[in-house]
């Protein structure tokens, strides 16, 4: 057993899941299945799409809403044309876009901008945009569950919380030391411990853990908490990961990517659901080790220039990545085989467009950091994307330009006026 497995990143109760996630990893040696295949005239066709909604967002993030009615109809016009391209583009049926609808995910995002900026009013459209990633995960492990979609207290502080604690930690103005402190302060307060702020802005993090303890007391969850201080743990051992020109075998890369990546949606699980059984909770740790690796595999080509450690970063120096992309397809089919332990009929939608998202996801990736594959791995992979690798990079640089005008609608959404 590697030495990993008596880290500290990995809490007792978790090193099973941990463990089981890295033998699906290790198992997961056999070719993928990469979906649908795509000829050069249907990717031409869903390009058009492409360009099309783009279009539409151009124009839609140029009238800036001013009042709650043009916001709530500027709303379902957006989610409108989105629905359209998910239909003709990514192949999405009916029923899963009415899904999506009904369960309004775009009204909690609105809901939980606004909570944002009422609880921090300098917090950038950026961070909230950040944050909201995490809320509609949360948001989709609810579907899953049977819940209704909805912003609960524990959503928005665990959503909020490491947006505010990784500014805190990413301040040029703060010493080594600071930041030490800080963590040291934020893991005495996850542990329970009577612990006093330093200043404003860890009073606003200590709040956010408290609000999490209002609707989740530890003596009655500890598992929300264990699983809190897992990722705390996780975060603080990932320092490692910074460290250039390091040896596999002197950093265990996959361990501590599997232990930070599956706590944080075991821990969404829980404070989702309260308590999950053995196997959603070994599925959710294999979705968040997924999830994690799948973002390394997006930050692969920065990575690899900050020396930051991953096992894409790592590989890349002197392989190509293939072959571990193709494992981390084949871990992926093979972790999402738990969607069986969420029997809700309602669910179905929801699961089957995770499924397909997750692959999309991956090749994508790919496609953006071509010269790191093969030529022969590239053209097989393109057959299975809706879009051209070079028509995808293209339109993500207009996606890119977009990006502004979509913070400058955030804001209104988020905005006192728009309450």
Avoid at 171 to 185: I, M, T
Avoid at 203 to 210: N, W
Avoid at 289 to 296: F, P, V
Wanted: charged residues 25%; hydrophobic residues 40%.
């Amino acid at each position: 057993m590697n030495a990993m497995s008596d880290h500290a990143a990995v809490h007792p109760r978790a090193r099973p899941l941990w463990e089981q996630a890295r033998d699906i990893w290790w198992a997961s040696n056999e070719t993928p299945d990469l979906g649908p295949v795509y000829s050069y005239h249907q990717q031409m066709e869903r390009e058009s799409h492409l360009d099309r909604f783009l279009l539409f967002l151009e124009r839609e993030f140029h009238r800036i809403p001013r009042n709650p009615s043009e916001q709530q109809a500027c709303q379902e016009r957006i989610f409108s044309g989105f629905g359209h391209f998910a239909q003709e583009a990514l192949d999405w049926e009916e029923r899963q876009v009415e899904a999506f609808r009904s369960k309004r995910f775009m009204d909690v995002g609105v809901h939980f901008a606004r909570q944002a900026r009422g609880f921090d009013s300098e917090i950038s459209a950026q961070d909230i945009f950040q944050a909201q990633r995490n809320v509609w995960t949360m948001n989709g492990l609810q579907a899953f569950f049977g819940q209704p979609v909805r912003l609960t207290p524990s959503v928005f502080a665990y959503s909020m919380l490491y947006p505010c604690s990784d500014n805190l930690l990413d301040d040029p103005v703060l010493s080594l030391q600071d930041k030490r402190e800080f963590n040291r302060r934020f893991r005495q307060k996850l542990e329970g411990d009577a612990v006093l702020p330093s200043d404003g802005r860890e009073t606003s993090i200590f709040q956010l853990v408290d609000t999490i303890e209002s609707e989740f007391p530890r003596t009655i969850f500890p598992l929300v908490w264990e699983g809190l201080l897992t990722i705390h743990r996780a975060q603080e051992e990932s320092i490692q990961l910074q460290r250039p020109r390091v040896s596999p075998y002197e950093v265990d890369v996959l361990g501590i990517s599997f232990a930070k990546g599956g706590a944080s949606v075991l821990a969404d699980g829980y404070l989702v659901a309260k308590d999950v059984s053995p196997e959603q909770a070994q599925f959710l740790y294999g979705l968040g080790c997924y999830m994690q690796l799948a973002d390394d595999l997006q930050d692969v080509i920065d990575d690899r220039k900050a020396g930051i450690l991953t096992v894409f970063s790592q590989t890349a120096t002197r392989w190509p990545l293939d072959g571990i992309t193709n494992r981390l397809l084949t871990f992926s089919a093979r972790v999402t085989q738990g969607v069986i332990y969420f029997p809700q009929p309602d669910a179905l939608p929801f699961q089957e467009l995770l499924i397909g998202s997750l692959r999309l996801l991956v090749i994508s990736a790919v496609g953006a950091a071509g010269r790191l594959y093969s030529r022969e791995y590239l053209k097989d992979l393109e057959r299975h994307s809706p879009f051209r690798f070079a028509a995808l990079h293209e339109r993500k640089r207009r996606l890119a330009r977009l990006l502004p005008r979509a913070l400058k609608m955030l804001e209104a959404f988020a905005s006192p006026a728009g309450a």
